[in-house]
């Protein structure tokens, strides 16, 4: 989320806020095996805790950032405006209170903001890796986050959430490490990508590449892609949004009141990806995109892959939105056949927010609603027919 | 009706209320099945799972036998394919336990043929324009149903809001609860969908 409240609404806020918040780093030397075969070390993994561990190390949350999030999930950085991108969901008395949780987000290696990416030093070089930098999974992903929950001491996780991307990864902790999470949210995400999700991406990719500036992903010296990647994240967000969300906020609306018969962004609808496209390249790094594209791209955990032959305890949680078309209910509801086939604690629910992808960061009453209480009962250990699922 | 230990799943479980108490008194393990959004809420504010599903489309992914009870609870008289429902009901649930509004009993009789209205009946509440039943049936054409489809009774209980009705049911009771199971005539796998019937 990148809305910036203003200095009083912030100090309203801050009461049922978590206040300012660290982001630190651990680092393993690995080198950790990945599925391309490559191997990466040492692999740094930036995050963030919220709350505070119970002796009995049981009220764990691990919380999964999409495409270009980061660790900072909630409350406020020194110096920054504004929150963590999940904020509404998380803190003091929301839906993961961190007043009963103790929970974590950790930013995803190939990612750019503070774990081990493309734009790190590579220890054999001496240089940013850019395009030397091996190309990694989700189930990459959640290998880095597994030896963070070791180095935290968790051995069970109470729960793993997140949406989109981060669903993915909540879908792959459940199938890399299934007796160490109680409980999955996946929201807004997919077993697979569709072509047309894949052909997204690559349409993204292909305007990063397509940039002069991009040079073979050699150029950290340079100066970025700009105009590519800002391209880039102008795809992604025509995706984000409902086509009912682009008429409530932009319309038809004109930026100056009148055509300027020019190239010039005329609509509303123009000046906002044009903003948001510039934004973006000064946070985000371009290589970062298209390796975690590609990572989004290649995931796939349809046919058995998902749930082990033996079965799994962990009860599951799944929401999708009936605007988001980039990832639509229908990919939520496979899961939720998945589920059912092989009698997994279910709930579903597709709710009615018309905020399109974007939903999964925006909408927190129903969601806030369905993930406080599914975590409250998760919690106490109430156990569905005392835990005899066969 | 349900033993404890059971395996249940509760096809329309509105707000929860019978899946919980099973969950609670009989150590069940629950699953239900509702589409409305705010029931799901409901269901979740009580620990319950829910999914989010229209059961007129059918329990395709459930394999057959994996619960030992179907419950269908007031909501077969508000699903156009009933049959192909209890068919698929069935074959998931080695026995299914039916509740529906019982529509000849008398209040609705004497409304129907002396006020020349369509019935309102404390277990039939809606007006014609409101109601979500779209299949009108009495207890005897439940009957005639089972035996007609080879459905095995194996109980029955005809109730007046607490009180339980024994004699002239299809007269005198507001509702009815039927405890099936299959017999011979839903063990050959799932079923085809039959045509609204």
Not at chain 1, 26 to 40: M, R, V, W
Not at chain 1, 68 to 86: Q, R, V
Not at chain 1, 318 to 343: A, M, T
Not at chain 1, 348 to 360: I, Q, R, S
């Amino acid at each position: 989320m990148e809305t910036k409240p203003k200095t009083d609404v912030v100090a309203v806020d801050a009461a049922r806020s978590l206040g300012v918040v660290q982001t630190r780093e651990y680092t393993f030397s690995g080198p950790q095996a990945l599925d391309s075969g490559e191997s990466l070390g040492p692999v740094t993994i930036a995050y963030e805790t919220y709350g505070h561990l119970n002796a009995e190390r049981s009220n764990a949350v691990l919380i999964l950032h999409a495409l270009s999030g980061d660790a900072h999930a909630a409350g406020y950085l020194h110096g920054e405006k504004g929150p963590g991108w999940w904020d509404a969901m998380i803190g003091p008395g929301k839906a993961f209170d961190t007043d009963r949780y103790f929970v974590i987000c950790s930013n995803v290696i190939g990612g750019c903001k503070g774990s081990t990416g493309p734009a790190s030093i590579n220890p054999k070089t001496g240089k940013p890796y850019g395009t030397e930098f091996p190309f990694i999974t989700i189930a990459d992903m959640v290998e880095a986050q597994r030896h963070l929950i070791d180095h935290l001491g968790i051995d069970r996780l109470l729960c793993v959430a997140g949406g989109s991307m981060g669903g993915m990864q909540a879908l792959q902790w459940v199938a890399s490490y299934p007796e160490r999470v109680r409980a999955a949210i996946p929201i807004a995400t997919a077993l697979k990508h569709s072509p047309q999700q894949i052909a997204f991406n690559e349409v993204i990719r292909q305007s990063i590449m397509a940039d002069p500036a991009w040079r073979g992903g050699d150029y950290y010296e340079t100066g970025q892609p700009e105009k590519g990647l800002a391209v880039a994240r102008m795809i992604g967000h025509i995706t984000f949004m409902s086509e009912q969300s682009m008429e409530e906020k932009f319309s038809r609306k004109l930026k100056k009141g009148h055509l300027s018969f020019n190239f010039d962004a005329d609509f509303e609808v123009e000046g906002y990806l044009r903003y948001r496209g510039a934004n973006f390249v000064k946070r985000f790094d371009a290589n970062s995109y298209l390796y975690i594209t590609k990572a989004l791209d290649y995931f796939d955990l349809s046919g058995g892959k998902l749930i082990p032959p033996g079965g799994i305890d962990t009860c599951f949680l799944v929401i999708s939105f009936q605007s988001d078309w980039l990832y639509p209910s229908y990919q939520s509801q496979e899961i939720v056949r998945l589920l059912k086939r092989r009698h997994v604690d279910a709930t579903y629910c597709e709710l009615k927010a018309t905020y399109g992808h974007d939903a999964f960061l925006v909408e927190v009453e129903g969601q806030g609603l369905l993930i406080r209480h599914f975590l409250e009962r998760t919690y106490r250990g109430e156990r569905n027919g005392n835990g005899k699922p066969r | 009706m349900v033993e404890a230990g059971s395996r249940v799943l509760d096809l329309g479980c509105g707000t929860g209320d019978l899946i919980h108490l099973l969950m609670r008194e009989k150590n069940a393990w629950v699953q239900g099945i509702e589409l409305d959004e705010q029931a799901i809420y409901e269901c979740v504010k009580k620990g319950l799972p829910v999914c989010q599903s229209d059961i007129e489309s059918g329990l395709a992914e459930y394999p057959d036998r994996s619960f030992d009870v179907v419950i269908l609870n007031q909501s077969l008289q508000e699903v156009r394919k009933a049959f192909f429902l209890l068919r698929e009901a069935l074959r998931v649930g080695s026995r299914v336990v039916v509740g529906f509004p019982n529509f000849a009993h008398l209040s609705a009789r004497i409304s129907l043929f002396l006020g020349g209205r369509a019935p309102m009946t404390p277990s039939l509440p809606y007006h014609w324009y409101d109601t979500p039943n779209v299949r009108f049936l009495s207890i005897s054409d439940f009957k005639n149903f089972c035996r007609d489809k080879g459905f095995v009774v194996e109980r029955a209980r005809f109730l007046n809001g607490g009180k339980e009705i024994r004699f002239w049911p299809n007269l005198r009771a507001l509702g009815a609860i039927f405890l099936l199971s299959g017999g011979k005539s839903v063990e050959s796998g799932q079923v085809q969908e039959a045509t609204h019937g």
